[in-house]
């Protein structure tokens, strides 16, 4: 879906090296302008559509895969970064930039559902087969973020549940 979406006329399209992001409508250029490189922050797609109030649309996805709760996670200032990197064109070559970011199996982003259900604050629905839920992107952050405020690693697996994303992420906030 999302690789026809960016294809469409009219749609904008970012050149972000690790997450492109694509936008159609009067604050696609906006919302796809030049974003530094880790890939989520107020000045990122993502906390762009958050400051513009604007809408997430999942569909046939869960939260799992819903890059929102990425920015929840850094609003809310989470103890748990990994190195990631990149490899950018500085003047014609290519250059790795390594950088930091909130990383794990995000298993437990499908908590969000109930909290935003319990809050009244998300639509759901189908679309032919597939599951969506609609919501906007403030209800979103505005209730992740007071909880991850009170328990920064509730979105990690327990410490004996064998997830090794989770326990590398655990284990980034002791360095």
């Known amino acids: 879906m999302a690789e026809?979406?960016?294809?469409?006329?009219?749609?904008?399209?970012?050149?972000?090296?690790?997450?492109?992001?694509?936008?159609?409508?009067?604050?696609?250029?906006?919302?796809?302008?030049?974003?530094?490189?880790?890939?989520?922050?107020?000045?990122?797609?993502?906390?762009?559509?958050?400051?513009?109030?604007?809408?997430?649309?999942?569909?046939?996805?869960?939260?799992?895969?819903?890059?929102?709760?990425?920015?929840?996670?850094?609003?809310?200032?989470?103890?748990?970064?990994?190195?990631?990197?990149?490899?950018?064109?500085?003047?014609?070559?290519?250059?790795?930039?390594?950088?930091?970011?909130a990383d794990h199996c995000c298993r437990n982003f499908a908590l969000v559902d109930d909290w935003l259900r319990e809050r009244g604050l998300k639509d759901e629905g189908t679309v032919g087969h597939a599951t969506a839920r609609l919501m906007r992107s403030n209800d979103l952050i505005g209730t992740v973020v007071p909880k991850l405020e009170r328990d920064p690693l509730r979105f990690l697996c327990a410490a004996d549940a064998g997830c090794q994303d989770c326990d590398a992420a655990r284990r980034s906030t002791a360095s």
Not at 10 to 18: E, K, Q
Not at 41 to 52: A, C, K, T
Not at 61 to 80: F, K, M, Q
Request: glycine share 10%.
């Open 4 to 101: 026809s979406f960016w294809r469409m006329p009219g749609t904008l399209r970012g050149d972000h090296p690790t997450s492109s992001f694509a936008a159609v409508g009067p604050h696609a250029e906006e919302i796809t302008a030049a974003q530094p490189l880790s890939p989520v922050g107020l000045d990122s797609p993502i906390g762009r559509v958050y400051r513009l109030d604007g809408s997430i649309l999942l569909l046939g996805i869960g939260h799992d895969s819903n890059t929102t709760i990425h920015l929840a996670e850094a609003l809310a200032r989470v103890p748990y970064r990994i190195r990631k990197w990149a490899t950018v064109l500085r003047d014609g070559e290519p250059l790795r930039v390594e950088f930091d970011e």
